[in-house]
């Protein structure tokens, strides 16, 4: 799916009558119905979304082909993916998160930290999820300037300067 960035998620039936609960994660949130159709995972796509209403953490909204509360659960947790094509191009500092997953991370003196395994927004900040060869938990590294000054699509690997002790070291 590297042709498609992720654009939002569904979080499940909104009502009786086949309305969903959708988080939109582009910039202009009610933009989200405009880079249709949208597709998921399995290779289903939607040609239709109208935004009903708004949430507090998104919208609710109804999708061409769901018409009752199951059809809606049944894509609980799903997420939603456009054609790259349709997106707005980005200025040179501001990336998709989908073209940061996979990435390696190394440091300022190119010893491998781990690999980015996604890329969350709680609200106070990006932050990338590393996992870390050898250890079984991940480590959130902020996604700041100070914390990764390089990001290198073309190289597939970001360079970072991590606070001290966030990483493991070999001392």
């Given at each position: 799916?590297?042709?498609?960035?992720?654009?939002?998620?569904?979080?499940?039936?909104?009502?009786?009558?086949?309305?969903?609960?959708?988080?939109?994660?582009?910039?202009?949130?009610?933009?989200?119905?405009?880079?249709?159709?949208?597709?998921?995972?399995?290779?289903?796509?939607?040609?239709?979304?109208?935004?009903?209403?708004?949430?507090?953490?998104?919208?609710t909204a109804r999708i061409?082909?769901?018409?009752?509360?199951?059809?809606?659960?049944?894509?609980?947790?799903?997420?939603?993916?456009?054609?790259?094509?349709?997106?707005?191009?980005?200025?040179?500092?501001?990336?998709?998160?989908?073209?940061?997953?996979?990435?390696?991370?190394?440091?300022?003196?190119?010893?491998?930290?781990?690999?980015?395994?996604?890329?969350?927004?709680?609200?106070?900040?990006?932050?990338?999820?590393?996992?870390?060869?050898?250890?079984?938990?991940?480590?959130?590294?902020?996604?700041?300037?100070?914390?990764?000054?390089?990001?290198?699509?073309?190289?597939?690997?970001?360079?970072?300067?991590?606070?001290?002790?966030?990483?493991?070291?070999?001392?």
């Amino acid at each position: 799916m590297s042709d498609r960035v992720i654009v939002g998620a569904i979080g499940g039936a909104f009502g009786v009558q086949g309305e969903v609960r959708l988080k939109s994660y582009c910039a202009d949130p009610q933009a989200i119905s405009s880079y249709t159709p949208l597709y998921v995972e399995d290779g289903r796509s939607f040609a239709q979304i109208v935004l009903t209403g708004q949430l507090k953490n998104g919208f609710t909204a109804r999708i061409d082909g769901v018409v009752t509360k199951e059809d809606a659960d049944a894509l609980r947790n799903v997420n939603l993916y456009a054609e790259r094509s349709l997106m707005p191009s980005l200025p040179d500092d501001e990336y998709y998160y989908a073209d940061l997953m996979g990435l390696t991370v190394v440091d300022t003196g190119g010893v491998t930290l781990g690999t980015v395994k996604n890329v969350m927004d709680h609200g106070a900040g990006d932050l990338l999820e590393v996992t870390v060869p050898g250890q079984a938990e991940t480590i959130l590294l902020p996604f700041t300037q100070a914390a990764v000054p390089t990001v290198d699509l073309t190289a597939k690997r970001i360079v970072a300067d991590p606070p001290d002790g966030l990483f493991p070291s070999d001392d």
